[in-house]
């Protein structure tokens, strides 16, 4: 059992009747900014999931000495200036 075509116009004008264009109007509104407010916080959740899948690539720090330079301080160090 399908519905037909005048079916489907007596439901609509019941619900039009009950609800009032307006209220309908209001609702259909309602929905419409409900699925626009899904589909942004959609997008959000994949932009963030790109932005921690994405490496991050630091350079080095400035406090730090080459490692040459690391390496002949601590061969013209005697055992005793090391303590």
Known sequence: MSLGPWQL???ALVI???FGRGRISEMMGDFGKGIKSFKE???EDE???KRQDSPRIEGPSHDAKPASETVRDDATRTPS???
């Open 16 to 18: 039009l009747v009950l």
């Open 9 to 11: 116009i007596i439901i």
């Open 41 to 43: 916080g959609m997008n």
């Open 47 to 49: 932009a963030a999931a």
């Open 81 to 83: 200036d090391r303590s």
